[in-house]
């Protein structure tokens, strides 16, 4: 299995610094998780699209959009040059996700599907056939800095058993740091989104060594 670490654009600010940021990613990590929050879905309001397609244009790092928001404009982001767009379950109704997870598909990206720590693994069961990808938040959304849920680990394991041998790919999102990326790995997760912890280290590149290979 390939470990993949995905540091999460939420602690940069400026349009600058996020594409600095991004090319020096390049070298060490898979992907940059691009946090994108509306105001409405969360509190917060921060990068849309036209981020992601300077992001696009200066960098080369695959660009995993992650859409916080209750009516993302989906083909925005796609246009802009995302290679993942996911939007959350809990966002919207379950026709309308479905539909937009389509959309997605057949612009040629990867769909994926997000879950907040309170919604059961299980409530995605009839998406699987129209997702490439299951983000599990490990924290609430919107805010960075939180502390890992314990219970995040078992509830990855059980999306790798509801997954089965599909082909989706499972993401875990918030508070993640070294002492736990080994166990979510271990349980069945394929790609660990980290903001702070990567952002704020000495060497980011060390950074993102000791997230894949753990303590």
Not at 42 to 67: Q, Y
Not at 92 to 116: D, E, F, P, T
Request: with cysteine; aromatic share 4%; charged share 30%.
């Amino acid at each position: 299995m390939v470990r993949k670490i995905a540091p999460s654009t939420d602690p940069v600010r400026s349009l600058e610094e996020l594409v600095s940021y991004a090319k020096e990613l390049e070298e060490s990590a898979d992907l940059l998780h691009v946090d994108v929050m509306d105001g409405e879905f969360v509190e917060r309001e921060t990068i849309g699209a036209r981020e992601v397609r300077a992001l696009r244009k200066n960098s080369l790092i695959p660009l995993d959009c992650h859409l916080m928001a209750l009516s993302p404009d989906i083909e925005a982001f796609i246009e802009a040059g995302a290679n993942i767009v996911t939007l959350h379950y809990e966002a919207m109704k379950k026709s309308k996700l479905i539909s937009n997870l389509k959309k997605i598909r057949k612009a040629k990206v990867l769909a994926g599907v997000s879950i907040v720590p309170e919604t059961e693994v299980g409530a995605l069961k009839d998406i699987l056939p129209y997702v490439d990808l299951i983000l599990i938040m490990s924290v609430e959304p919107g805010k960075s800095g939180q502390k890992f849920l314990d219970t995040s680990t078992e509830r990855v394991r059980e999306a790798k058993l509801l997954v089965g041998d599909k082909r989706i790919l499972i993401e875990v999102d918030g508070g993640i740091t070294p002492e736990v990326s080994s166990s979510l790995f271990e349980a069945g997760a394929d790609i660990l989104v980290s903001g702070s912890y990567v952002y704020n280290a000495r060497s980011r590149k060390e950074a993102i060594e000791l997230l894949r290979n753990g303590k």
